[in-house]
C-alpha cells in the first residue's frame, strides 16, 4: 500500500517567495480550483443562502480563489483567513483589482485557534482548498470549521486524493508531493468520525486525483 508522506512544505513568507508563489497560482489560473467551482455552482442552485450569505474561507493564499467567490457572488461577504501576513498583503492586491475592501475581510490566524474561530461568528459556507494535507490536526481543524457553520449551512474541503498512478513517479516536486500527503476516501471517513461528523459525502470528479468532501448542518 503506498502510505502516506507527509508534506513539510517550506515556509512561504517575505515578499519575493510570495510573489514567486503568487506568479504559480496565477498561471494555472482557474484550472485548480475548477472542480470545486463545478460543485459548489450544483450546490448554489438548490441553496438560497449560498446567493447572499456569509462565508468564511480557510487558508486563502495570494487572494485568487478569494478573488472568484467575491466576483461570483456579489452579495455575500467573504471572510478569508490565513496564516501568512505576507499572503494577506499579496492577496489584498489581488482582490482590489475587482472588489472594494469592504466586501472582503483578511484576517490573520489559524483555523486551530478554537477560541479565535469562536470570535468570528457562524457561517452559511465554509470552505478550504488543497490545504487539508497540509494541517499538522486535521480533525481539530475539521472541529474548528464545523463549529464555525450556522445550522443548515455547507461545509467544503477540497483537496487531493493519494493515487498510485501519481504516487509512483519519480519527481519530487511539489505537486507529486502534495499528492504523496494527501487522504484517500477511508482516512478522511475516520477523520469525520473523530470530529464526530454524521453527515457529509465525498466526491471525486474527473481526473480523480482530487475530490470534494460536503458537510452539512
Not at 447572499?52 to 485568487?64: A, H, T, Y
Amino acid at each position: 500500500m503506498f502510505e502516506r508522506i507527509p508534506h513539510n512544505s517550506a515556509d512561504i513568507s517575505g515578499d519575493l517567495k510570495v510573489k514567486e508563489y503568487a506568479l504559480s497560482h496565477e498561471k494555472h489560473g482557474l484550472t485548480q480550483f475548477m472542480a470545486f467551482l463545478n460543485e459548489l455552482a450544483r450546490q448554489k442552485k438548490r441553496r438560497q443562502l449560498l446567493k447572499v450569505g456569509r462565508f468564511l474561507e480557510i487558508g486563502s493564499g495570494p487572494g485568487f480563489l478569494t478573488k472568484i467567490m467575491a466576483d461570483r457572488f456579489p452579495q455575500a461577504e467573504i471572510n478569508a483567513l490565513e496564516l501568512s501576513p505576507h499572503m494577506i498583503a499579496m492577496a489584498k492586491k489581488v482582490v482590489s483589482r475587482t472588489q472594494p475592501s469592504s466586501r472582503v475581510r483578511f484576517i490573520e490566524g489559524s483555523v486551530d485557534n478554537l477560541c479565535f474561530m469562536a470570535h468570528l461568528g457562524k457561517f452559511d459556507l465554509v470552505y478550504s482548498t488543497f490545504s487539508l494535507h497540509h494541517w499538522e490536526y486535521p480533525v481539530k481543524a475539521i472541529k474548528s470549521m464545523y463549529h464555525a457553520l450556522r445550522r443548515g449551512g455547507l461545509m467544503m474541503l477540497h483537496d487531493l486524493k493519494r493515487v498510485s498512478w501519481l504516487y509512483s513517479l519519480p519527481s519530487q516536486d511539489g505537486f507529486i508531493s502534495s499528492i504523496r500527503a494527501a487522504y484517500r476516501p477511508a482516512e478522511i471517513k475516520k477523520m469525520m468520525a473523530l470530529a464526530g461528523i454524521k453527515d457529509f459525502r465525498i466526491k471525486t470528479p474527473f481526473p480523480y486525483f482530487w475530490h470534494t468532501i460536503l458537510i452539512e448542518k
